[in-house]
């Protein structure tokens, strides 16, 4: 399985982006699926997360400007964040937990981060 993330880039505060995740390989299906960020000296954090059932959960700090979404027949995963500001500034990874035979635990992936940087 491999999780392939786009969207990231340079915008300036107050912009908007929306970031996108796409599942692939054997696939049986989708138990969540997530985004995290990361900033140089600090922990990986989770800033959103959406469940097979279309549960959300939001980090503090983006809640009500941030917004995940998620097509898992499609295997995809967005993450819409408005109103951005200089701290939202990181890296930004797609994390799934799939299944890839019915009737498993599932395993939890990784996608290479996409770079988001907030600056005027």
């Known amino acids: 399985v491999q999780l392939q993330a786009c969207g990231g880039g340079l915008v300036q505060p107050g912009g908007s982006l929306r970031l996108s995740c796409a599942a692939s390989g054997r696939i049986s299906s989708i138990i969540n699926m997530a985004w995290h960020r990361q900033t140089p000296g600090k922990q990986r954090e989770l800033v959103a997360v959406?469940?097979?059932?279309?549960?959300?959960k939001y980090l503090e700090s983006v809640k009500g400007r941030f917004t995940i979404s998620g097509d898992f027949t499609q295997n995809m995963v967005y993450l819409q964040m408005n109103d951005l500001e200089p701290e939202d500034t990181a890296v930004y990874y797609c994390?799934?937990?799939?299944?890839?035979?019915?009737?498993?635990?599932?395993?939890?992936?990784w996608g290479k981060g996409t770079q988001v940087t907030v600056s005027s």
């Open positions: 994390n799934a937990d799939i299944r890839r035979r019915a009737f498993t635990r599932g395993d939890n992936y």
């Open positions: 959406i469940t097979s059932t279309g549960l959300t």
